[in-house]
T-cell receptor, first 115, second 114 residues
Framework: DQQVKQNSPSLSVQEGRISILNCDYT??????FLWYKKYPAEGPTFLIS?????DKNEDGRFTVFLNKSAKHLSLHIVPSQPGDSAVYFC??????????????FGTGTRLQVTL | KAGVTQTPRYLIKTRGQQVTLSCSPI?????VSWYQQTPGQGLQFLFE???????NKGNFPGRFSGRQFSNSRSEMNVSTLELGDSALYLC?????????????FGPGTRLTVL
């Protein structure tokens, strides 16, 4: 079963606008969430994370929002730049079960930022 | 600071053979995890090693195994290769692996099974 879901396989956004990537999870034991960016032929690059005790975390142009009751998180990129074009993966882990390092990934959303 | 390195980057094998992949984590990182990425299944967790001990394991058959050395370097072995084992194998390292911390991925080893 897919415990972490990214229902939008692709997203196209104009340069300068906001990109919003969404992620839903089903396992209530997940308590730490991460976003990764992946370019072709490279490994995923860590972007930003959030623990379940927070509902928002910001790092420069990137902000992650967590809605625990809805089991939903989103990544906002403002403003979007052409270099942001990549595949974005949402990942989750469950620290309290002793499996903090076992990341469960979504299937990814391909973001294309157009000029 | 050097990143996670994986060797080889590309590998072609035939069904029934076995393969060993290598991963060197970031200096100071003691946790090494392995993931398999395929177009149909996305990134799937294989196993994690910390201080030479396997701490977590994903849902893969026993043909997939690994180990970690005292210098934190890790190897992953797949025996009796099947066509479905063709994938990008990614290694990730983390500082502790038992607390909130991000994992850093290597570039991966692309395995093709013919």
């Amino acid at each position: 079963d897919q415990q972490v879901k990214q229902n939008s396989p692709s997203l196209s956004v104009q340069e300068g606008r906001i990109s919003i990537l969404n992620c839903d999870y089903t396992n209530s034991m997940f308590d730490y969430f991460l976003w990764y960016k992946k370019y072709p032929a490279e490994g995923p690059t860590f972007l930003i994370s959030i623990s379940s005790i927070k509902d928002k975390n910001e790092d420069g142009r990137f902000t992650v929002f967590l809605n625990k009751s809805a089991k939903h998180l989103s990544l906002h990129i403002v403003p979007s730049q052409p270099g942001d074009s990549a595949v974005y993966f949402c990942a989750a882990s469950a620290f309290t079960t002793g499996t903090a390092s076992k990341l469960t990934f979504g299937t990814g959303t391909r973001l294309q930022v157009t000029l | 600071k050097a990143g996670v390195t994986q060797t080889p980057r590309y590998l072609i094998k035939t069904r029934g053979q076995q393969v060993t992949l290598s991963c060197s984590p970031i200096s100071g990182h003691r946790s090494v995890s392995w993931y398999q990425q395929t177009p149909g299944q996305g990134l799937q967790f294989l196993f994690e090693y910390f201080s030479e001990t396997q701490r977590n394991k994903g849902n893969f058959p026993g043909r997939f195994s690994g180990r970690q050395f005292s210098n934190s370097r890790s190897e992953m072995n797949v025996s009796t290769l099947e066509l479905g084992d063709s994938a990008l194998y990614l290694c990730a390292s983390g500082k502790r692996g038992d607390s909130y911390n991000e994992q850093f991925f290597g570039p991966g080893t692309r395995l093709t099974v013919l």
